[in-house]
């Protein structure tokens, strides 16, 4: 990690536990509000206070999104708490050994209350989804693989502008809260794919949470939310297509 910087995406098993530990532990400094956001979301510093030997300052320090629950708007269809959603979004990511979404943490004690707290990637803000698809087409196939997660994750809010181009090359998916949901409420820019069928090893992935939401996750969701999401993996593992939309009204707004 550099001294102020985010997630690489280049690192082992280790080194995400080390960040992970950082965005836990660190004390945490605002920097500014970020802008048209729906809910109050803000730019941190986390640093690690901790003066341990050998320890280089290189590792102490990043940048981070961090959404508190007393900045959410309220919502009729989810109720308070959208950053829990934020944090099953990273476990689920994790679960699928997918890597599409930052490390993301809970603190209780951040500068507004309890929130969730996730590393900044750094990224080019002028390219999104839109510029993505049409783009290079190395990126096509981590496209089908974040709409195949937002499946999974039932996502209400894909919009253009939640999917970055990191400085590494890598794309990214941010901004979950609105996620995981037990009726059916997909709502994404991604329908480019829609039709497809979908890459047998992204169905081999999946396939273990048909049988069981592995119990971290499954703690920020509801018994309902959980086994909503079994049955759609049960669908998507029957189908083994990505979701046509006849209605062509599932579009969140705005688009980017």
Known sequence: ??????????????????DIDLLERGSIRLLGQLAHSSNETFLVE?????DEPG?????????????????????????????????????????????VVPPTVIREEGPYGVGSLQLFVDHDPAEHYFTLVDGDPAHLS?????AVFDLVA???DRKAGHVLHGTDGRLWGIDHGLCF????????????????????GLLADVAP????????????????????????VEHLLQEQVLPVDPTGMRFPWPLV
């Open 55 to 99: 320890s280089s300052p290189a590792t102490q320090r990043c940048w981070a999104i961090y959404k508190p629950e007393w900045g959410e708007r309220p919502l009729r269809d989810f109720p308070p708490g959208l950053y829990r959603r934020e944090r099953a979004a990273f476990l689920l990511s994790e679960s699928l050994g997918w890597g």
């Open 46 to 50: 986390v640093v690690n206070d901790a």
């Open 209 to 232: 949470l048909a049988d069981e939401v592995p119990a971290a996750l499954a703690e920020h969701l509801t018994w309902f939310e959980a086994a909503a999401l079994q049955q759609r």
């Open 181 to 200: 949901a037990a009726p059916f409420k997909l709502r994404t820019v991604i329908w480019d794919f829609a039709g497809e069928r979908i890459d047998a």
């Open 1 to 18: 990690m550099d001294e102020i910087g985010g997630w690489d995406g280049q690192r082992d098993a280790r080194c995400v536990e080390r």
């Open 142 to 146: 981590e496209l089908r693989r974040l």
């Open 154 to 156: 039932n996502n209400t």
